[in-house]
């Protein structure tokens, strides 16, 4: 890909990539703390205590713990349907069970149930017809649904804590009763202001409706019965080895350390949850055997449910076309194309941390020795190595998954095969074989969703990836160290290749996997960055030129301006335009050109904003290209509707068109008459179009805008049409005219007169010009977009409609947007729905700022005309 950009584009201010970093350098302090007090908590124990925990555990347990996990992904799945309840959505109940299962079954095994799924679900309840305002109202609610739990489960347990010891947990037992009734009262706060309260209510510049008093005691019924359905599952797998551990106090530490886990920003939790929750009972609890219930947990409540996911992905992707399931494929064919990269991404991620631990950890001895009767000392060696190097591609390859690149996806079934073959070969490792050959072959036949060719390398990790992989790395390391902490280090190991040499090929594997890491991450760094500072030239806006006349998006002509920056395919042949304000990368519509390009360009796009830490957005886009943008994890707000005039029906005849012929008889009456000027008799009549237009701003106080607007720029007029209106042999008003290519539409642009122009004289051009539109053979005549038509005016709408009023009424107040819809009316168009694709939730406010600084040449003209 080219880029073209401009000058002195605002990035992101360098406070906020500080505070990102500094949130994942504190998380980084928070999971290397747990570490350490992991291994001083299991100083005395090794792994093959933990691991005999596992194994000897009762399989009955299991059982009981996974019908209570399916319990609780059910309880789960009431969350939606209560907050659709309550932003009264008749969304199907079918569909909401999917979407709630795909979305908790997400996050809760990438570790951030906090979350909720929230992108996940984001594009999820987008493709369902669900609004931007209603979907982030349902993510809100659910999170207060979450957080009800936690005080009443954690309260509860405090409050009602058994006497017995003169302390639980370290703590006096008077101290954690007060603090049970301080959570428990705060839920009671809650219940009350929702059955009193039912006028709105303003929060951190948030305005909500609270819920009713049942919805709000159903909240925290439903969060309830979660929790202890979740806890119930860890409680099935813990040995009961002391009467103090009653179920209420394993709830309390189960839910102070699944908060510490979330407050933390560790992916996963990991080792702060099993740190919290092991530190918490050790004294009553022998602490391998709370190790292992938690490793047991992790797997039925986490694992399980995502391999779930991935079966009803496989099943849908197999089933098109069969009769036989065709109706499941129906049920799913509104989430798959939507959930596949994510969920493909988070499983082989996955599929690589089991071989980076299988790696730090011992092999069996009986599967060693029966794998060494089968094969040399030397490729168990070489198995080893590949495996734990294939691993670490496997959490790379997984970002690239994610970003739907062919090549990620190729790659990622030639590493899973790989990965099968060498965890047989290292130690008949048949259990991580099999977990890995699962992912391959649910991968296999999706084949479709990975449909970008591009560079893998040219990808940027974000921060949360990085932590991701350090921590992942980090843990596996531990892992190692905590299996061989018995042995006697030395620079001899590392030259000892011996059968039961667990302990060497550890320290080569791990060796290997940071040099690769770490040539990767210097590779990354080395590279040169493709964003330049440079204005397009006159070479490149003739370039743009013939793509913008070849093309039937009107909309390509605001390239031409030179105010934007210009990212092109790699043939030339197609580009995206865009602007760079605030921390935001503002692509100006649709990508332009060979439809061909125009999903590797969107992905491409959003590759440029992630590598300089901004914000993806896309403004006034069409509804056509909508599934894309979802594709790309956007949300989708609706920005206004776009009026366009069927011209072949247009005429001046009828009774409706009465007021029409009106304007032409007293326009002409007073010596008015329309021209069209194109090609090189634009040059004879500009410096007549230049004294109108100053003499148009100068009336109204304005200033020239820019981005979405055009403004006057002589090599931009030049590539239009210009229709005029003189009054005698002086021209009083004019219009410029975007032609699109196979005749499918005009445009209408600048617009503007001088006050010796007769009355009526805009609703005349625009007559004319569909006059001359359709004697031209145009299929429509577009008036442009009517901004903020046809917003949603829900619950949480107010304080959108609020922000976008605003910004938006002053990005163009010239142009009088409160009867602007009504002016383009008279002319009976079909109104089409334009949107915003960008980041959802709390940084849209932001987003629409940084818009209307684009459009408005800075933040003053937001402001000021």
Not at 256 to 264: D, E, F, I, R, T
Not at 330 to 346: D, E, I, M, T, Y
Not at 501 to 515: K, Q, Y
Not at 563 to 589: I, N, P, Q, R
């Amino acid at each position: 890909m080219t880029t073209v950009a401009i000058e002195g584009a605002a990035l992101e201010p360098r406070g906020w990539r500080w505070t990102r970093w500094l949130g994942m350098a504190v998380g980084g302090v928070v999971f290397a703390v747990a570490l350490y007090s992991l291994r001083r908590e299991f100083a005395t124990y090794n792994l093959r205590q933990i691991r005999l925990a596992v194994r000897t555990l009762d399989p009955i347990f299991i059982v009981r713990g996974t019908l209570f996990a399916i319990g609780a992904y059910a309880a789960l799945a009431t969350y939606d349907v209560l907050a659709l309840r309550y932003i009264k959505s008749d969304l199907p109940a079918k569909r909401v069970a999917f979407i709630s299962f795909i979305a908790f079954s997400f996050s809760n095994a990438l570790g951030f149930p906090l979350l909720l799924g929230g992108g996940l679900r984001y594009r999820l309840y987008n493709a369902a017809g669900l609004s931007s305002a209603d979907i982030a109202l349902t993510i809100a609610f659910n999170s207060v649904t979450f957080w009800l739990g936690v005080l009443s489960v954690a309260g509860g347990s405090l409050l009602l804590t058994p006497s017995g010891p003169d302390a639980i947990f370290g703590v006096a037992l008077s101290s954690l009763r007060a603090v049970g009734a301080l959570l428990l009262l705060t839920v009671a706060a809650y219940l009350f202001a929702c059955a009193r309260f039912r006028r709105p209510i303003r929060l951190l510049g948030w305005e909500f409706v609270p819920p009713s008093g049942r919805i709000a005691m159903a909240q925290v019924a439903i969060s309830i019965v979660d929790w202890l359905l979740v806890a119930a599952v860890l409680w099935s797998v813990l040995p009961q080895a002391s009467p103090d551990v009653t179920f209420g106090v394993m709830l309390c530490a189960f839910v102070l350390a699944q908060v510490a886990g979330l407050v933390s920003h560790v992916p996963g939790g990991l080792g702060v949850f099993e740190f919290t929750f092991v530190a918490l009972l050790s004294r009553h609890v022998e602490p391998t055997r709370l190790l292992g219930a938690v490793i047991v947990f992790r797997i039925i409540y986490y694992l399980f449910p995502l391999a779930i996911a991935l079966m009803l992905l496989a099943a849908s992707e197999l089933s098109r076309g069969r009769s036989r399931l065709a109706r499941a494929a129906r049920v799913a064919s509104g989430w798959v194309p939507l959930a596949a990269p994510a969920l493909f991404s988070l499983t082989t991620f996955i599929g690589g941390m089991i071989l980076l631990f299988s790696g730090a950890t011992p092999e069996m001895r009986l599967r060693l020795r029966f794998i060494g009767d089968l094969v040399p000392l030397a490729v168990i060696e070489s198995s080893h190595f590949v495996a734990s190097l294939t691993g670490a591609a496997l959490l790379i390859l997984a970002h690239g998954l994610g970003r739907r690149l062919d090549a990620a996806y190729y790659l990622t079934v030639a590493a899973l095969l790989v990965g099968i073959v060498a965890s047989l070969l290292k130690g008949w490792d048949y259990e991580e074989a099999a977990a890995l050959a699962v992912i391959l072959v649910t991968l296999l036949p999706a084949r479709r969703h990975f449909y970008r060719r591009s560079s893998l390398t040219a990808e940027f990790l974000s921060v949360r990836w990085i932590l991701m992989i350090v921590t992942v790395l980090a843990m596996s390391a531990w892992l190692g160290f905590f299996a061989y902490k018995n042995v006697a280090y030395s620079n001899e190991l590392w030259w000892q290749f011996a059968l039961r040499g667990d302990t060497p090929r550890f320290f080569r594997s791990m060796v290997g996997v940071s040099v690769g890491i770490a040539l990767i991450a210097l590779h990354r760094l080395l590279r040169p960055v493709p964003w330049k500072s440079a204005a397009p030239d006159a070479p490149t806006l003739d370039r743009v030129e013939t793509i913008v006349h070849a093309s039937p998006d009107t909309l390509s002509y605001l390239a031409l301006l030179g105010d934007k920056s210009l990212l092109f395919s790699d043939d030339g042949t197609a580009f995206v335009m865009y602007g760079v304000e605030g921390g935001s990368f503002v692509a100006m519509g649709d990508p332009i050109g060979s439809p061909r390009h125009r999903k590797d360009l969107a992905w491409e796009f959003r590759a440029l904003a992630d590598r300089q830490g901004a914000a993806t957005v896309f403004y006034q886009v069409r509804k056509h290209n909508l599934p894309l943008y979802l594709d790309m994890g956007l949300s989708l707000l609706k920005l206004g509707e776009e009026g366009r005039v069927p011209l072949r029906d247009f005429s001046l005849d009828g009774g409706a068109r009465k007021r029409l012929r009106r304007v032409v008889r007293v326009v002409e009456a007073a010596g008015g008459r329309f021209e069209m000027h194109r090609g090189s008799e634009i040059d004879a009549i500009l410096p007549q179009l230049k004294v109108i237009s100053d003499e148009w701003l100068a009336a109204r106080g304005s200033r020239e805008k820019g981005f979405s607007l055009g403004f006057w720029n002589e090599r931009y007029l030049r590539s239009t049409s210009i229709a005029v209106v003189r009054r005698g042999e002086e021209i009083v008003a004019f219009a410029n005219l975007w032609e699109g290519a196979e005749k499918e539409e005009v445009t209408v642009d600048l617009m503007r007169y001088t006050s010796r122009a007769p009355e009526g004289t805009m609703e005349y051009l625009f007559v004319q010009s569909m006059l001359w539109g359709r004697e031209a053979g145009f299929a429509h005549f577009n008036l442009g977009m009517a901004p903020l038509s046809g917003l949603e005016n829900r619950q949480l709408a107010p304080i959108w409609n609020r922000v976008g009023s605003l910004l938006f009424k002053h990005t163009e107040n010239f142009y009088n947007f409160q009867g602007l819809r009504g002016f383009k009316q008279k002319f009976d168009p079909v109104w089409e729905p334009r949107y915003l694709a960008s980041r959802g939730g709390i940084a849209l406010p932001r987003i629409l700022t940084n818009v209307s600084a684009l459009v408005s040449r800075g933040l003053r003209g937001v402001i000021s005309k």
